[in-house]
């Protein structure tokens, strides 16, 4: 009874580290300094009040429930906080005596490897199978260290002590592990809520303004063009004239930009050659790319969707425009098209400056550009909008300094699918 007592205590404290890990967190992004920072005091603390408060069972046998934030570090931060857990318990151990300590120290390394190894998948599996794989491997790490302290130690290791530290630690590993999966969870949720909200006041501020504004708009660039035309007016005031006529239409696209975010979804959508479309975008956008000394090298293939044309040509163009222009000294953009069973795929990278992980978790936000004073914050807002209205989905992979590939997806046409 006290030993699980003792082992019940460790698993509060676990728990308490990881409320308070979630409290401080909840208004950050996962790849943000602040973050991993927290996660790594978080870890610390709960590793080590873990090991340096162990419970000695009868016949020396101390046991202690390390693994279970260590499973948790492995798996959701990042690989300096990983490596310094390993560090941490093994002078942790050779801290509280040498005796049987390569046994110990052995066993963290194999289980580090092998939770790596789950890391590759584990990322993309549901709920249910992430708490299956964390309570599989707290069982098989929990029976190697009882078969092994048994085995080599000939340590008494009774039914009882088996029970209690196999039970404890594989239920305190369901428990965190469930509980931090419907933490990101609701954070995910409240994420999404607050993006919708951002979108729901711009699509009302859009609809309210866009109409009154386009109008006067119109007219005045009517005027200034008849102007322009004029003999008698000299070709240095025409130079001004271009230029007013040029910012109206800076000004004109800003508008289409807000008109097509701020309307709802057409009905009428239509069914779509993905290649001839893509082709149609590159025709538009080559001189661009030739100006700013960019190769845009394709592979398509043949295959239809359904969707609106000229939404779907807006949606190509803003994102390859701004592959364009994050180029600023010219590279390669590529394009890539592939289908499956069900949807079809097209990739668009470039080699341009990419974002941080902070800048790609608010892409698509009203207002949010990363282009400084020459950005609205309009084009990739309603590229999510037209790709939601699709019912398609966006995926952005970037890196500082290498570049970003936007993977869109959407759902074959009914007689397109296997």
Same mark, same amino acid.
């Given at each position: 009874m006290e030993s699980t007592s003792h082992l019940l205590v460790n698993l509060l404290v676990i728990l308490v580290g990881l409320l308070l890990l979630q409290s401080r967190i909840s208004h950050l992004q996962p790849e943000q300094t602040h973050t991993k920072i927290i996660m790594f005091i978080c870890l610390t603390f709960t590793i080590s009040f873990c090991m340096l408060f162990p419970f000695k069972f009868a016949g020396g046998i101390i046991f202690d429930l390390r693994l279970v934030p260590f499973v948790l570090g492995c798996l959701y931060a990042g690989r300096v906080t990983r490596i310094w857990m390993v560090i941490l318990i093994i002078v942790l151990r050779l801290t509280n005596g040498t005796e049987h300590a390569w046994f110990a120290i052995m066993n963290i390394i194999i289980f580090y490897f092998v939770?790596?190894?789950?890391?590759?998948?584990? /990322?993309?599996?549901?709920?249910?199978?992430?708490?299956?794989?964390?309570?599989?491997?707290?069982?098989?790490?929990?029976?190697?260290?009882?078969?092994?302290?048994?085995?080599?130690?000939?340590?008494?290791?009774?039914?009882?002590?088996?029970?209690?530290?196999?039970?404890?630690?594989?239920?305190?590993?369901?428990?965190?592990?469930?509980?931090?999966?419907?933490?990101?969870?609701?954070?995910?949720?409240?994420r999404r809520l607050v993006r919708m909200e951002k979108m729901e006041v711009a699509s009302h501020l859009a609809a309210s303004i866009s109409h009154e504004i386009r109008n006067p708009l119109t007219s005045t660039r009517g005027f200034l063009q008849l102007l322009s035309e004029s003999k008698e007016i000299p070709n240095h005031i025409k130079d001004y004239i271009t230029i007013a006529t040029n910012e109206l239409d800076h000004a004109e696209g800003i508008i289409r930009d807000y008109l097509t975010f701020a309307k709802p979804s057409p009905e009428n959508f239509e069914s779509l050659m993905v290649q001839t479309e893509i082709e149609k975008a590159l025709r538009i956008i080559d001189p661009l790319a030739k100006m700013n000394h960019v190769e845009?090298?394709?592979?398509?293939?043949?295959?239809?969707?359904?969707?609106?044309?000229?939404?779907?040509?807006?949606?190509?163009?803003?994102?390859?425009? !701004?592959?364009?222009?994050?180029? &600023?000294?010219?590279?390669?953009?590529?394009?890539?098209?592939?289908? /499956?069973?069900? !949807?079809?795929?097209?990739?668009?990278?470039?080699?341009?400056?990419?974002?941080?992980?902070?800048?790609?978790?608010?892409?698509?936000?009203?207002?949010?550009?990363?282009?400084?004073?020459?950005?609205?914050?309009?084009?990739?807002?309603?590229?999510?909008?037209?790709?939601?209205?699709?019912?398609?989905?966006?995926?952005?992979?970037?890196?500082?300094?290498?570049?970003?590939?936007?993977?869109? &997806?959407?759902?074959?046409?009914?007689?397109?699918?296997?």
């Open positions: 939770i790596i190894k789950c890391r590759i998948v584990y /990322d993309e599996c549901s709920k249910l199978w992430k708490n299956v794989i964390t309570t599989s491997l707290m069982i098989f790490m929990s029976v190697w260290t009882l078969a092994g302290v048994k085995l080599l130690f000939d340590l008494p290791v009774t039914l009882p002590i088996s029970i209690s530290y196999i039970g404890i630690q594989t239920g305190g590993m369901f428990i965190v592990g469930y509980m931090v999966e419907s933490i990101r969870e609701q954070q995910m949720v409240f845009i090298v394709s592979n398509l293939c043949t295959c239809s969707i359904k969707g609106n044309p000229g939404m779907f040509q807006q949606v190509l163009i803003n994102i390859i425009k !701004n592959g364009i222009e994050a180029m &600023q000294s010219g590279g390669t953009l590529t394009i890539r098209c592939h289908k /499956d069973k069900l !949807n079809v795929n097209i990739t668009i990278s470039d080699e341009g400056v990419g974002m941080t992980a902070q800048q790609k978790s608010r892409l698509g936000e009203p207002y949010f550009t990363t282009k400084g004073a020459k950005g609205t914050g309009l084009g990739m807002m309603v590229v999510f909008r037209i790709v939601e209205s699709m019912n398609g989905k966006i995926q952005i992979d970037s890196k500082q300094g290498i570049g970003t590939s936007i993977k869109l &997806q959407f759902p074959l046409s009914a007689d397109e699918k296997c």
